[in-house]
């Protein structure tokens, strides 16, 4: 079966350092979607992409960056680790405007 | 700036009883609503989707409605089992684009 999956499920770092989440899905679809969900907000949008080689901004990107080389991944790379990005990470795909986003089981990230 | 509120933020029913989750949204153009279950440690599955054109859908025993006018909507759910323990996140796409507003969420405790 079609499938999008996230890894690592868990993962500790320290603060400083690069971490890259990543983010895969088998239904061939256009669109991919990073976000990230905290107690007291709704899930918010990072970064998106369309397509290979797009790439858009959310609404929190500060701090991260991601790239569409290929139409099953879309990693999530933190430049260097902050505490207040200590969250759970959801990557979402979708076929195509106004389509159902299916979600990955999400990455827990603890920044110390 | 496009909100969606949820309301109540929890809630705690027994075992067999019915419970009505509510949404209130500022979205605007409207595309469609959502709502979807999340579990926890999973991602968001969706559960059922209004158009503008929609009041009432059923997915067995969850029955949402749809109001464009007053811009609210709600799901209620029917004959409680322990397994709709979950939270419940109420997501909005607006008819401009492919962007997604989501909802804080209920968190649902169903107790034996």
């Known amino acids: 079966d079609a499938e999008i999956t996230q890894s690592p499920r868990h993962k500790i770092t320290e603060t400083g350092r690069q971490v890259t989440l990543a983010c895969h899905q088998t239904?061939?679809?256009?669109?991919m979607f990073w976000y990230r969900q905290d107690l007291g907000h709704g899930l918010r949008l990072i970064h998106y992409?369309?397509?290979?080689?797009?790439?858009n901004k959310g609404e929190v990107s500060d701090g991260y960056s991601v790239s569409r080389s290929n139409t099953e991944d879309l990693p999530l790379t933190l430049e260097s680790a902050a505490s207040s990005q200590t969250s759970v990470y959801f990557c979402?795909?979708?076929?195509?405007?106004?389509?159902?986003?299916?979600f990955g089981q999400g990455t827990r990230l603890t920044v110390v | 700036k496009n909100q969606v509120e949820q309301s109540p933020q929890s809630l705690i029913i027994l075992e067999g009883k019915n419970c009505t989750l509510q949404?209130?949204?500022?979205?605007?153009?409207?595309?469609?609503l959502r709502w979807y279950k999340q579990d926890t440690g999973r991602g968001p599955v969706s559960l059922t989707i209004?158009?503008?054109?929609?009041n009432t859908k059923s997915n067995g025993r969850y029955t949402a409605t749809l109001d464009a006018d007053t811009k609210q909507s709600s799901l209620h759910i029917t004959a409680s089992q322990l397994s709709d323990s979950a939270s419940y996140i109420c997501?909005?796409?607006?008819?401009?684009?492919?962007?997604?507003?989501f909802g804080g969420g209920t968190r649902l405790m169903v107790k034996p």
């Open positions: 979402a795909s979708s076929a195509g405007l106004g389509t159902e986003a299916f």
């Open positions: 239904w061939n679809h256009n669109n």
């Open positions: 992409s369309y397509g290979v080689q797009d790439t």
């Open positions: 949404c209130n949204y500022t979205v605007s153009p409207f595309s469609n």
């Open positions: 209004m158009t503008f054109s929609e």
């Open positions: 997501v909005v796409r607006e008819n401009a684009g492919n962007m997604l507003t």
